[in-house]
């Protein structure tokens, strides 16, 4: 049976054109319209994000020359740190130092022994050295003024001091303490043991 729009009545013929007229819209709509509005949603997202990292890139860039000063200070104050806390590989040759500023001071060194292994902290180091002393108050005094001069750090607990029991010219009094270093360490790896420290003297 044939079907023609014109035989229909005109109210008819309005409602089949909007009918076909809506069910095009909607077959566009879906087919195109919406897919490119998800797209397009998609890439605003995208490009939302871009300017994010845009803007905190340019915020770190502003604040760069305040992170290279950081950098320097703390650069700046290692080195100070070198410079009063000797590094693993100078242990050695500090208590070789410390055994001769006692020498020099006119003290005879009953005991030199250096802990065989440090006390370990954040970025250095405790080593005790336990030291047995003879000589006279004004040698021993000579000895500690000549550590507090000295370019390390190293601080002298402990202390005992005694009268000997025969005295002489220069040997008036026997002296215990405990002479501590600081050594910059290198937190990968603990401080070797003191073995050839401890040959130092």
Known sequence: MNLSLSKLPWYAQVGVFVALSAASVAVFYFMYVSPAMTDAAERQKRLDGLRSD?????????????????????????????????????????????????MQSNLTIREFKPAVSPTMKEMHAEWPIDLQLE?????????????????????????????RDKQEASMTINAQCVATTFVLTDTKAAPPPAADAKKAP
Not at 76 to 102: F, Q, Y
Not at 135 to 163: E, P
């Open 135 to 163: 000589g006279s108050y004004h040698n021993l005094g000579l000895f500690f003024d000549r550590i507090s001069k000295f370019s390390r750090i190293i601080n002298i607990n402990n202390l005992q001091v005694k009268a």
């Open 54 to 102: 845009i803007s905190k890139g340019l915020a770190t860039a502003r604040k760069l020359p305040e992170f290279r000063m950081q950098v320097t200070e703390l650069e700046t104050r290692l080195e100070g740190l070198r410079a009063v806390l000797p590094e693993e590989k100078d242990i050695a040759d500090l208590l070789r130092r410390l055994h001769m500023l006692a």
